[in-house]
C-alpha cells in the first residue's frame, strides 16, 4: 500500500516555474514506476511525465517536453516535477500516481495503469 500527497503548486505568472513534489508512504517505494498527471476545468484527466522506479527512464507528453522534468530520490521517497515557462494552458489540478512496476526501466502513460493516486495540487499560470 502506497500513500502519495502532493505539494508545491500555486499561482504564477506565465513564463515563471514551479516545482510539485509527490511524498509517498511505504519503505517499499523504490519498487513503484511513478507517473503525473493533470486535469484542467472541463476537460479529462491527462499523461504528464512519468518515471521509472530507478529513475534512469522518464518519458513526457508533448506539451510538456522541453519545459518539465520529473525525478526521483527514493532515499526520500519523493518524486518531482519541474516545470519551467509556465504557460496559461498548463493550469490544472496536478496529481501523481504510483504502479508496482516488475521492471526497474518501465513507465506507464495511462491512467488504468496506475494503482495509488494522490489527493491533487492546484497549478495556476497567469497570463
Known amino acids: 500500500q502506497v500513500q502519495l500527497v502532493e505539494s508545491g503548486g500555486g499561482l504564477v505568472q506565465a513564463g515563471g516555474s514551479l516545482r510539485l513534489s509527490c511524498a509517498a508512504s511505504g519503505r517499499t517505494f523504490k519498487n513503484y514506476a511513478v507517473g503525473w498527471f493533470r486535469q484542467a476545468p472541463g476537460k479529462e484527466r491527462e499523461f504528464v511525465a512519468a518515471i521509472s522506479r530507478t529513475g534512469g527512464n522518464t518519458y513526457y507528453a508533448d506539451s510538456v517536453k522541453g519545459r518539465f522534468t520529473i525525478s526521483r530520490d527514493n532515499a526520500k521517497n519523493t518524486v518531482y516535477l519541474q516545470m519551467n515557462s509556465l504557460k496559461p494552458e498548463d493550469t490544472a489540478v496536478y496529481y501523481c500516481?504510483?504502479?508496482?512496476?516488475?521492471?526497474?526501466?518501465?513507465?506507464?502513460?495511462?491512467?488504468?495503469?496506475?494503482?495509488?493516486w494522490g489527493q491533487g495540487t492546484q497549478v495556476t499560470v497567469s497570463s
Open positions: 500516481a504510483a504502479v508496482l512496476s516488475a521492471l526497474p526501466s518501465s513507465w506507464y502513460t495511462k491512467i488504468g495503469q496506475y494503482d495509488y
